[in-house]
């Protein structure tokens, strides 16, 4: 099936997005429920909290078939060269800057402060526990240490520890590589395990619109129209922050990097902007992106390297978006977190972000599993996320995205393989790319010879990026 190919349904023919509406429909309807009748508001929060549950379900193993096979895609990009190494580099750099951005503007605006949400259910962090049988030394932090430990593999999976989980999956992950050609079947079989795993998320999300009504109709039946100010403030807070992240950070990376403006390169993606901002999905440019950079003087093999492996470990919005959530979930529950919290989330973060792409609801539960590993008394208000999830999509697509087209430049630049006179005269609209050469839905048929194809294991699916000798690209699901 073709990924892009999705891109031209009319919106109330995509499933995905009746979906975003429906949801969108519920947040309304449960605001409307909360501000009218609070008593029957609150009587409706179990509905989200169901949902929280189902979500928190899929924590342990999401992570842990991410991270395994995570390690492998990141052993095979470094091998890829200087290219790869570098663009690796690059892009756990500003991660982990866009990460620290979201914790400093989340702690500045404090968006949840005083709304003193508290779902019903709610139970003290000492029920979830963390080290299970280890005992306590009277040092926190030695105890924090030894709790990571778990006391058997299988149970790393099952006592609901999610930095257990991540612990036994990075070693996993390195057991694998260094078997080679060994762990391969193992890789194979966890690839199948991961796409069952994220077949399910997608199940379960197609019920958030009820999730999102009952978590919402509690919120506010509880604090009143507090509730739906703090998301504003955040849903608002969070766009201006990708917005100048985009236009300073970025700008000044793309100027000083390689030497050109940032909205010259925004105004020659204009039509990716447009496909993004419909879809929610920075995926769905993922094949124009690389034939416009090709377009733009960058070499093939540079862009065939770092626009695949940017789509699974470049997520600058997606890293914004999940400290921020983070935060405001934390002050809204009247528990805010700690700077040693805060860092500690933030390094969690980083490694487990790397699940977060092109998945309907992984986004959520890697927030859910950043809560639940750190503060499992605040998982529960994942809930206040939920509704406005889809409100924020968009900026962390474009983000992303915009992040992408940035790195495949910078990368060309300084590995040499950018032709820049050539770039400038596109950026001032002196070649202009050739929408023609995409097709209509640009499909690789049978007769076509296959000059070369670049199978990226993404955290999402199996990717084929396939090049056809007249120039086309298409992305096709393996």
Request: include cysteine; charged fraction near 15%.
């Amino acid at each position: 099936m073709n990924s892009t190919a999705t891109a031209h349904k009319p919106w109330y023919k995509d499933p995905t997005h009746m979906l975003y509406v429906s949801v969108i429909i519920a947040v309304i309807l449960g605001c409307i429920v909360g501000l009218v009748a609070p008593d029957l508001g609150k009587a409706l929060t179990p509905i989200g909290t169901a949902f929280i549950n189902l979500i928190k379900m899929m924590i342990a193993p999401v992570i842990f078939c991410t991270i395994v096979l995570g390690v492998g895609s990141i052993a095979k990009a470094a091998t890829v060269g200087r290219v790869g190494g570098m663009a690796l580099g690059y892009f756990i750099l500003m991660s982990t800057f866009a990460l620290a951005i979201g914790l400093v503007v989340g702690n500045l605006i404090e968006p949840g402060h005083n709304l003193h949400y508290q779902p019903t259910g709610y139970e003290p962090p000492a029920a979830a526990g963390h080290g299970g049988d280890t005992k306590s030394t009277g040092n926190p932090t030695v105890d924090f240490l030894l709790g990571i430990i778990p006391v058997s593999l299988l149970s790393s999976l099952t006592a609901g520890n999610i930095l257990q989980t991540l612990f036994v999956a990075l070693l996993t992950g390195f057991a694998l590589q260094k078997m080679g050609d060994t762990g391969k079947p193992i890789l194979k079989f966890l690839t199948y395990a991961q796409a069952l795993i994220f077949r399910l998320l997608m199940m379960i999300m197609w019920v958030a619109p009820l999730g999102a009504f009952g978590a919402i109709a509690g919120v506010v039946g509880s604090t009143g129209i507090k509730a739906i100010g703090s998301m504003l403030v955040l849903m608002v807070a969070f766009y201006i922050t990708c917005i100048l992240f985009i236009a300073i950070i970025l700008g000044g990376v793309l100027k000083v990097g390689a030497g050109f403006n940032i909205f010259k390169l925004m105004k020659y993606l204009a039509r990716e902007y447009l496909l993004i901002f419909s879809t929610s999905s920075s995926e769905a440019a993922l094949p124009r992106l690389i034939a416009k950079m090709e377009h733009l003087g960058v070499s093939k093999p540079v862009a065939g390297i770092v626009v695949p492996t940017g789509y699974s470990f470049n997520l600058d919005g997606t890293a914004i978006y999940l400290t921020m959530a983070s935060l405001f979930v934390a002050e809204a529950m009247g528990k805010p977190l700690a700077l040693g919290e805060q860092v500690s989330l933030l390094v969690f973060m980083i490694i487990a972000s790397k699940g977060a792409a092109g998945v309907s609801g992984a986004g959520i539960a890697t927030l859910a599993a950043g809560l639940q590993s750190h503060r499992p008394d605040l998982i529960d208000g994942v809930g206040l996320i939920v509704g406005i999830d889809r409100f924020m999509s968009e900026a962390r697509a474009l983000t992303n995205f915009t992040g992408n087209a940035v790195a495949t430049v910078l990368m060309g630049k300084l590995n040499h393989e950018l032709d820049v006179e050539r770039a400038h005269q596109v950026l001032n609209g002196k070649l202009p790319f050739d929408e023609s050469s995409m097709g209509d839905a640009h499909e690789i048929h049978g007769d076509q010879r296959v000059d070369h194809a670049i199978m990226e294991k993404s955290p999402t699916r199996q990717m084929n990026i396939v090049r056809a000798s007249d120039g086309k690209i298409t992305v096709l699901d393996k």
